[in-house]
């Protein structure tokens, strides 16, 4: 069964949509988190809109670049 594409990217932006609302890092500042910028200066309604108007490639490298960010704040909570 092939994956349902439309869905994921769905999934892909409602995932994105909440790393704007919130981090799991609190901790986190504009030179370690790749949406610092965006979620600290858009409304909730900016963040939705900007997130619908991207495209799937952008979508999938700004998350790209989250999962970067994240496994490297993780290794450095659990190094703290």
């Known amino acids: 069964m092939e994956p349902n594409l439309e869905k994921s990217s769905e999934s892909s ?25 965006l979620r600290n200066s858009l409304s909730i309604d900016k963040k939705h809109q900007f997130v619908m108007e991207l495209s799937k490639e952008e979508v999938t490298n700004i998350l790209a670049r989250h999962e970067e960010c994240y496994e490297k704040r993780f290794i450095g909570f659990w190094q703290e």
Request: contains cysteine; aromatic residues 12%.
């Open 13 to 37: 932006r409602a995932l994105l949509f909440g790393l704007l609302v919130n981090c799991l890092f609190p901790t986190s500042t504009n030179e370690d988190c790749p949406i610092w910028e």
